[in-house]
């Protein structure tokens, strides 16, 4: 069985703890050709051909940078691209056929970014070697398979990519929106492409002054008005509000409809629902090693990696299935007592007014908060989380509020550990079960808080929120920069601890299957973005999901398989049916 050793550099920190993995291995013999560890450059190197796989150095290593994997024995020889000596591997890739939008779905950290930019041939494979592959290599590498073919025209294939942090974008281009749109609009459609995205607005401002989501979709934009013949799309729903998500989705399978082949990197399984034709589960360990598996029509995909299990492959990846309720958590979740309630407000700021309308909490409940972005979601949280006062009405709770804004700052000079317990003083063995493992922050807890990726800063920032003793739970986006399995992690942390606790939970997020899977009631905001922002509810699921969806202008059903929410494709037979019914959210 072949066997891979992987150091996390950014995790190792020698100095510290004076290289502990080289003293205790039982295999170190200096100046012995049975070394299995070596020191280079001041970081360890294990030979993978002499590691006996003992794991010693494992358990020793108190930052726990290194893995000692037992690979498949089929993968033996399958490696496309390897990160240097005891780096990240990859195994196989994805296929990118014409007329066709193919999805790709795994953890963070498993190499999804990686096989794009093989493909879009911004990174050069080495077959797993020191050395970048040669042209030969590469073509005996694929003989016979799809690939083959297509690493032979690699030169000739055009490429457009949009990579998954758009946070750059001003730094490395000037200009106004529709100025850089018409740079890039080799196939005539920038007009079209503003519409469908809805730039229009924003048409005239320059690019160093747009939001988050108004970059995601100028990047889009950008990458689909080029002329191509594959189309490379990393994580392009991030910073999107669910009717833009469509919207871009709608855009993404326009490419493949008039012959392209269209690659995207997903996490929010609703819109790689909606628009892909086939999907490639990826799987393996994080940082260490990922393998892309054969591809899937997208719904039996999509289902196969909410199983956990491969069958064609015989490899289980995750030891619990994922599964969603048939109908929204029943009222026994909700005491009928009130936990506080809320008169009617309004917030006023320079072009912009926020209604909202009187509404309740209950113990034990969360409240999914859900509407198009700049309509007022966030500002709502803020009020109550008593950061902006009301211009009319008062808020008055008289409860002990946790809160986790939007928008993360790493402004502490200390480890996580050191952090969280700035917060939460010492744990306590419910917080470290339900929230620290839950939540895989155990391996992150000697990192610099100030080093950490947005995922990782988003996770900690959860859990020092949910590990707080308080009555109110107020939560801004949790699912960002979350794969799926931590987006539904962090929802069984949360409604583990509303339970535990008897308090009570507002969620704002973008994600449906995170909404559907996390909430007992629905907060909806309508209005008109950027100006007008106004309150529906808290309603009961199947009203609030109707009402928001009415807005969206979309359907959807729920999966007999797993129970997820899958949205129908605009126009088609249920869609239609579900419209006449009213039907929006089919819950039965």
Same mark, same amino acid.
């Given at each position: 069985?072949?066997?891979? &050793?992987?150091?996390?550099?950014?995790?190792?920190?020698?100095?510290?703890?004076?290289? @502990?993995?080289?003293?205790?291995?039982?295999?170190?013999?200096?100046? =012995?050709?049975? #070394?299995?560890?070596?020191?280079?450059?001041?970081?360890?190197?294990?030979?993978?051909?002499?590691?006996?796989?003992?794991?010693?150095?494992?358990?020793?290593?108190?930052?726990?940078?290194?893995? *000692?994997?037992?690979?498949?024995?089929?993968?033996?020889?399958?490696?496309?691209?390897?990160?240097?000596?005891?780096?990240?591997?990859?195994?196989?890739?994805?296929?990118?056929?014409?007329?066709?939008?193919?999805?790709?779905?795994?953890?963070?950290?498993?190499?999804?970014?990686?096989?794009?930019? #093989?493909?879009?041939?911004?990174?050069?494979?080495?077959? /797993?070697?020191?050395?970048?592959?040669?042209?030969?290599?590469?073509? @005996?590498?694929?003989?016979?398979?799809?690939?083959?073919?297509?690493?032979?025209?690699?030169?000739?294939?055009?490429?457009?990519?949009?990579?998954?942090?758009?946070?750059?974008?001003?730094?490395?281009?000037?200009?106004?929106?529709? @100025?850089?749109?018409?740079? &890039?609009? @080799?196939?005539?459609? &920038?007009?079209?492409?503003?519409? =469908?995205? /809805?730039?229009?607005? *924003?048409?005239?401002?320059?690019?160093?002054?747009?939001?988050?989501?108004?970059? $995601?979709?100028?990047?889009?934009?950008?990458?689909?008005?080029?002329?191509?013949?594959?189309?490379?799309?990393?994580?392009?729903?991030?910073?999107? =509000?669910?009717?833009?998500?469509?919207?871009?989705?709608?855009?993404?399978?326009?490419?493949?409809?008039?012959?392209?082949?269209?690659?995207?990197?997903?996490?929010?399984?609703?819109?790689?629902?909606?628009?892909?034709?086939?999907?490639?589960?990826?799987?393996?360990?994080?940082?260490?090693?990922?393998?892309?598996?054969?591809?899937?029509?997208?719904?039996?995909?999509?289902?196969?990696?909410?199983?956990?299990?491969?069958?064609?492959?015989?490899?289980?990846?995750?030891?619990?299935?994922?599964?969603?309720?048939?109908?929204?958590?029943?009222?026994?979740?909700?005491?009928?007592?009130?936990?506080?309630?809320?008169?009617?407000?309004?917030?006023?700021?320079?072009?912009?007014?926020?209604?909202?309308?009187?509404?309740?909490?209950?113990?034990?409940?969360?409240?999914?908060?859900?509407?198009?972005?700049?309509?007022?979601?966030?500002?709502?949280?803020?009020?109550?989380?008593?950061?902006?006062?009301?211009?009319?009405?008062?808020?008055?709770?008289?409860?002990?509020?946790?809160?986790?804004? $939007?928008?993360?700052?790493?402004?502490?000079?200390?480890?996580?550990?050191?952090?969280?317990?700035?917060?939460?003083?010492?744990?306590?063995?419910?917080?470290?079960?339900?929230?620290?493992?839950?939540?895989?922050?155990?391996?992150?807890?000697?990192?610099?808080?100030?080093?950490?990726?947005?995922?990782?800063?988003?996770?900690?920032?959860? !859990?020092?929120?949910?590990?707080?003793?308080?009555?109110?739970?107020?939560?801004?986006?949790?699912?960002?920069?979350?794969?799926?399995?931590?987006?539904?992690?962090?929802?069984?942390? #949360?409604?583990?601890? *509303?339970?535990?606790?008897?308090?009570? !939970?507002?969620?704002?997020?973008?994600? #449906?299957?995170?909404?559907?899977?996390?909430?007992?009631?629905?907060?909806?905001?309508?209005?008109?973005?950027?100006?007008?922002?106004?309150?529906?509810?808290?309603?009961?699921?199947?009203?609030?999901?109707?009402?928001?969806?009415?807005?969206?202008?979309?359907?959807?059903?729920? =999966?007999?398989?797993?129970?997820?929410?899958?949205?129908?494709?605009?126009?088609?037979?249920?869609?239609?049916?579900?419209?006449?019914?009213?039907?929006?959210?089919?819950?039965?």
């Amino acid at each position: 069985m072949p066997r891979l &050793a992987v150091l996390n550099s950014d995790a190792c920190q020698p100095k510290r703890c004076s290289l @502990e993995c080289l003293r205790y291995c039982p295999g170190v013999r200096t100046g =012995d050709e049975t #070394i299995v560890i070596e020191e280079q450059v001041g970081k360890p190197l294990i030979s993978e051909e002499l590691c006996s796989g003992c794991g010693i150095c494992v358990h020793k290593c108190p930052f726990k940078a290194i893995s *000692i994997i037992n690979l498949p024995q089929e993968l033996e020889g399958r490696c496309i691209h390897r990160y240097g000596a005891n780096g990240f591997a990859l195994y196989m890739l994805p296929i990118p056929r014409a007329g066709k939008v193919t999805g790709l779905v795994g953890q963070n950290g498993i190499g999804k970014t990686t096989a794009l930019s #093989i493909l879009a041939g911004r990174l050069k494979s080495n077959l /797993g070697s020191p050395e970048v592959a040669t042209s030969e290599a590469i073509n @005996e590498f694929f003989k016979g398979s799809e690939l083959q073919g297509y690493f032979a025209r690699i030169g000739k294939i055009k490429t457009v990519y949009k990579p998954q942090s758009i946070d750059q974008l001003p730094s490395s281009v000037k200009g106004d929106v529709v @100025e850089l749109l018409g740079r &890039a609009d @080799e196939r005539g459609v &920038a007009g079209k492409l503003m519409e =469908d995205l /809805g730039l229009d607005e *924003i048409a005239k401002r320059k690019v160093e002054h747009l939001s988050g989501g108004e970059l $995601q979709r100028l990047a889009i934009a950008a990458a689909a008005a080029r002329e191509a013949d594959v189309y490379c799309f990393d994580e392009p729903s991030s910073h999107l =509000d669910v009717y833009q998500r469509l919207n871009a989705a709608k855009v993404i399978r326009g490419l493949a409809n008039v012959g392209k082949a269209v690659l995207v990197v997903e996490h929010d399984l609703a819109v790689l629902d909606y628009m892909c034709d086939y999907v490639h589960v990826m799987y393996g360990t994080p940082g260490a090693y990922g393998v892309v598996s054969s591809p899937r029509g997208v719904r039996v995909g999509i289902n196969v990696f909410l199983d956990g299990y491969l069958r064609e492959e015989n490899v289980r990846f995750r030891r619990e299935s994922i599964r969603f309720e048939v109908r929204p958590p029943t009222k026994a979740r909700i005491t009928g007592r009130v936990l506080f309630g809320y008169p009617e407000l309004t917030k006023r700021f320079k072009g912009f007014e926020l209604k909202v309308r009187p509404g309740s909490i209950s113990p034990g409940e969360i409240v999914g908060i859900v509407g198009p972005n700049a309509t007022g979601k966030t500002t709502f949280v803020r009020l109550l989380a008593g950061e902006l006062k009301p211009t009319s009405g008062r808020v008055g709770i008289s409860l002990s509020i946790a809160y986790k804004p $939007q928008y993360l700052r790493a402004e502490f000079d200390g480890t996580v550990e050191e952090w969280l317990h700035k917060f939460l003083g010492e744990f306590d063995q419910a917080f470290e079960a339900e929230v620290l493992e839950r939540l895989d922050l155990k391996t992150l807890m000697e990192r610099p808080l100030a080093e950490l990726s947005g995922g990782e800063l988003q996770r900690a920032a959860i !859990a020092a929120c949910i590990g707080q003793t308080a009555d109110l739970y107020l939560l801004d986006e949790p699912s960002a920069y979350l794969d799926v399995e931590q987006r539904l992690n962090v929802a069984k942390a #949360i409604r583990r601890v *509303i339970e535990r606790r008897e308090a009570a !939970a507002l969620v704002v997020d973008h994600d #449906i299957l995170v909404v559907d899977f996390i909430s007992d009631r629905l907060l909806v905001f309508s209005g008109e973005p950027g100006r007008l922002g106004q309150t529906h509810g808290p309603l009961d699921m199947r009203s609030g999901m109707n009402l928001f969806l009415r807005e969206v202008g979309v359907t959807f059903r729920r =999966d007999p398989q797993t129970g997820r929410p899958r949205a129908n494709k605009l126009g088609s037979r249920l869609d239609r049916e579900q419209k006449e019914r009213g039907e929006h959210f089919y819950l039965g």
